[in-house]
């Protein structure tokens, strides 16, 4: 028997054949996801920080926090710029409205409530894509064991005919080392599955840091803004 991996292809059974090709598949799809997700947190964290430095002359002056309104536009694929610009957004529509007369909520509660808000939406844009990392680094093992079986069963049936070489060595060692093969292809998708799963889960949790350190910055920024009042007292900060 070829030992090769187009010589084991040939002696797959139909069964070991379909489960390689659903692993090939998979790992795939994994790979293309892994691939987007790279590129969506390494844009993500750039142009964050860029946002973060764009606003900290404007945090060491409460009184200019009105005018880092539409920042945000300027760095797109920014989380942490699109959390944050909501919630300023919603300050500069609150002093708005109190100037004019026309309100006097508070404005501290509405742009955290804002930044909650969006932030929830980016989350779940971030986390895109993990949860089919996370199938495919549980499933695939048993999918190759799946194959293994039929694998084995193949080696069996050949095992029990005499016209296909029946009791000899050689047909069992064949069978089992086509039936591993299928086991060995589930756990190479499977470790580089979970290895992406882990590593954009930490990557996800670090944007997480930066949106709340920067929404709390802003929140103290607009408690400590005069014009805002004394009705902001027992505002909760972002989380």
Do not use: C
């Not at 139909?14 to 998979?26: E, G, Q």
């Not at 606003?55 to 539409?70: H, I, N, Q, V, Y």
């Not at 004019?100 to 779940?124: C, F, Q």
């Not at 929140?219 to 972002?238: E, L, M, Q, Y």
């Amino acid at each position: 028997m070829n030992f090769t991996v187009l010589g084991l292809w040939h002696e797959m059974g139909i069964v070991a054949r379909a489960v390689v090709v659903v692993l090939i598949l998979m790992s795939m799809y994994s790979l293309g996801i892994a691939v987007e997700r790279l590129r969506t947190y390494r844009r993500g964290k750039q142009r964050s920080l860029g946002y973060v430095r764009a606003l900290a002359p404007l945090f060491a002056d409460s009184a200019k926090l009105e005018s880092a309104r539409g920042i945000e536009d300027r760095f797109p694929g920014s989380p942490v710029a699109r959390v944050v610009g909501s919630g300023v957004g919603e300050f500069a529509k609150g002093l708005q409205l109190r100037a004019a007369g026309k309100t006097n909520y508070d404005i501290v509660d509405a742009a955290v409530r804002a930044m909650e808000r969006s932030k929830d939406r980016e989350l779940a844009g971030l986390r895109r894509g993990l949860p089919v990392l996370a199938t495919v680094s549980s499933s695939a093992p048993f999918v190759g064991l799946f194959g293994t079986v039929g694998g084995i069963i193949t080696a069996f049936q050949k095992l029990a005919d005499p016209a296909k070489g029946g009791g000899g060595i050689g047909t069992v060692s064949a069978g089992i080392a086509e039936a591993l093969v299928t086991t060995a292809v589930g756990l190479g998708v499977a470790i580089v599955a979970v290895w992406f799963y882990n590593y954009f889960t930490a990557r996800v949790d670090d944007l997480i840091v930066d949106m709340d350190e920067t929404a709390s910055e802003l929140v103290d920024g607009i408690i400590k803004d005069d014009r805002v009042g004394a009705s902001t007292g027992g505002a909760r900060a972002a989380t």
